[in-house]
């Protein structure tokens, strides 16, 4: 006589056929995908005392800030929700211009509570215009920032944020490529030589 087959033996049968018809795999951790168009500028319009050459995947927007001057706009790339601040100022004297600086640095200072790094470097363009720039990594909000400034009249500074609570690891390809924009903007930048209010 044979002997019945336990109730166990059922269980980890149906078991064992159900698990053949799916394959679990846990998910790696992932990164988000950023699909990278190829880098194409067009001229900034000329309704302003500075011009460059900005992303045509971004936008010019006037800055909206409560603390917004005329001159002052954002670089903006919908497809990261990043930002580059640009703001102006007129150099009325040497104490203007040593407050611009002063700001300019305490700025980017800010960030040295969350930075792990901050990169400080001085550039020449082209056309002979000296920019001091700074690279930040860790979890900074801003990534990157700089100026420039002819010490006579004109004073511009930019910084990139990213309106996203992602980490900055992984939005890495996405800083790489507005950094690429940002340091195009700083080389072909000029001052507008018409007299402006």
Request: aromatic share 16%; glycine share 2%; hydrophobic share 40%.
């Amino acid at each position: 006589m044979q002997k019945p087959v336990s109730k166990s033996v059922i269980v980890f049968l149906c078991l064992a056929i159900w698990s053949c018809e799916q394959t679990w795999v846990p998910k790696p951790k992932g990164y988000n995908r950023f699909d990278l168009p190829a880098h194409e500028y067009v001229d900034l319009a000329d309704t302003f005392p500075y011009h460059f050459q900005y992303s045509k995947h971004a936008k010019v927007l006037r800055d909206s800030s409560w603390i917004s001057d005329r001159y002052w706009i954002e670089i903006y790339y919908p497809m990261f929700k990043a930002d580059v601040h640009i703001t102006y100022k007129v150099i009325h004297n040497q104490d203007s211009l040593k407050e611009y600086l002063n700001d300019a640095y305490f700025l980017t200072a800010k960030h040295q509570i969350k930075a792990s790094a901050i990169d400080e470097g001085i550039a020449r363009t082209p056309s002979g215009k000296t920019v001091v720039y700074a690279e930040l990594s860790g979890e900074v909000p801003s990534q990157f920032q700089f100026f420039s400034t002819d010490s006579t009249r004109n004073f511009l500074r930019g910084a990139l944020y990213f309106n996203t609570a992602v980490q900055n690891d992984s939005l890495k390809p996405a800083i790489d490529f507005v950094k690429i924009d940002i340091v195009h903007m700083m080389n072909t930048l000029n001052w507008n030589t018409k007299k402006w209010p």
